[in-house]
């Protein structure tokens, strides 16, 4: 059975940084690329960053280039999204994903999802 299990989320102030992270079992994770995604009520979810697998590029989202990092370590089977400089509008519900796809930012091209884990930035 696939499991993807985030945590780290919570309250922050702008301008304050959060490290999310996504422990998978289940799977292969070193044949996996893995995704962060947002969602917010009334808006699509929102493709934030992956890295692949099989080369190990990242892909970002216009939104959060250069705030967020997306990393992983295969030793413990977890994907991570490093968040700095939040902003107000960061708030959401954060979800990780993973897919069989070498390169994907596409919500669809996911084939395993987490429960997400809220993120709230207010001072």
């Known amino acids: 059975q696939v499991q993807l299990v985030e945590s780290g989320g919570g309250l922050v102030q702008p301008g304050g940084s959060l490290r999310l992270s996504c422990a998978v079992s289940?799977?292969?994770?070193?044949?996996?690329?893995m995704g962060w995604f947002r969602q917010v009520p009334v808006k699509e979810r929102e493709f934030l960053a992956a890295?692949?697998?099989?080369?190990?590029?990242?892909h970002y989202a216009d939104s959060v280039r250069g705030r967020f990092t997306i990393s992983r370590d295969i030793t413990k089977n977890t994907s991570y999204l490093q968040m700095n400089s939040l902003k107000p509008e960061d708030k959401g519900v954060y979800s990780c994903?993973?897919?069989?796809?070498?390169?994907?930012?596409?919500?669809?091209?996911?084939?395993?999802w987490g429960q997400g884990t809220q993120v709230t930035v207010s001072s």
């Open positions: 289940g799977l292969r994770f070193s044949l996996y690329t």
């Open positions: 994903a993973a897919s069989g796809r070498s390169r994907a930012v596409g919500f669809y091209e996911y084939d395993y």
């Open positions: 890295l692949s697998y099989r080369d190990r590029r990242e």
